[in-house]
């Protein structure tokens, strides 16, 4: 706080709601798991694992997915609900004043005199709506995938009977099971198989991507943190900044 000979008047400022932090938490362990999981599936062959250890990793792949999802859908919702910094319309602006935050933030790199920013600064905003759109991309193909692959809710049903080519006749679905072909429609699957690419190799693209993305955003709250000295990474625990001076983001609209 305040040294006797030099005195530094330091101002708390609450910036990221609850909703936001729970969010970002449950998001971080849920990304941690599927890149985990998603990574020993990707080579899975490699690893010689059986196709019975294929669904049960793929299984559990999707059960975080769940999760991952619902806290995703649930932030989405949010960024219409939350405060300020929470919204969509701040995250996504980038207009005059964005601008104008970029240039002070260049001038303060210049300057040795780090300026200031409540919510996300002007690199960070990019990167996390960056972030954001592959998320939701993982979660909708993810989603998909889960029906393709183990035939699991929410588009589960719908594809089991297009591969088994059920006509209604759900005696034929009681029997369906991930990798096997019992009951399965040859023809039917094919297109199935063609339908599913695109989804798998957006799926697979947008994970390489974010972990690109993840380590990126890493390395910049770090270099946030040791030259602003604002309590960012602390700021996601108790939804609270401090600042010496007044942030240049603070009266904005």
């Not at 693209?205 to 380590?215: E, K």
Request: proline content about 4%.
């Amino acid at each position: 706080m305040a040294n006797q000979n030099n005195a530094v008047l330091l101002e708390r400022y609450h910036v990221w709601d609850r909703t936001v932090r729970i969010f970002h938490w449950v998001n971080v362990l849920c990304v941690i798991g599927l890149i985990g999981v998603g990574l020993v599936i990707l080579n899975s062959k490699s690893l010689d694992i059986s196709t019975d250890g294929k669904i049960i990793l793929k299984t559990t792949h999707v059960c975080i997915g769940y999760i991952f999802a619902l806290n995703l859908t649930w932030r989405i919702v949010w960024g219409f609900l939350g405060n300020r910094y929470s919204r969509w319309k701040t995250l996504f602006s980038f207009g005059k004043k964005y601008r104008e935050s970029l240039r002070a933030l260049i001038n303060g790199v210049r300057n040795k005199q780090p300026a200031d920013f409540l919510g996300h600064n002007p690199v960070a905003k990019p990167m996390v709506v960056l972030i954001f759109l592959l998320l939701t991309a993982q979660a909708i193909t993810g989603l998909v995938l889960a029906g393709t692959d183990l035939y699991l809710p929410p588009f589960g049903h719908e594809i089991a009977e297009w591969v088994t080519n059920s006509g209604g006749d759900h005696s034929k679905l009681a029997d369906l099971k991930p990798y096997s072909k019992v009951n399965v429609d040859p023809e039917s699957y094919k297109n199935m198989k063609k339908f599913r690419k695109p989804f798998m190799k957006i799926h697979e693209y947008a994970f390489y991507t974010l972990i690109v993305a993840i380590l990126l955003h890493l390395a910049g709250v770090i270099v946030s943190e040791i030259r602003e000295k604002c309590g960012l990474v602390s700021s996601m625990f108790t939804g609270t900044k401090v600042f010496s001076k007044k942030p240049i983001d603070l009266d904005e609209g």
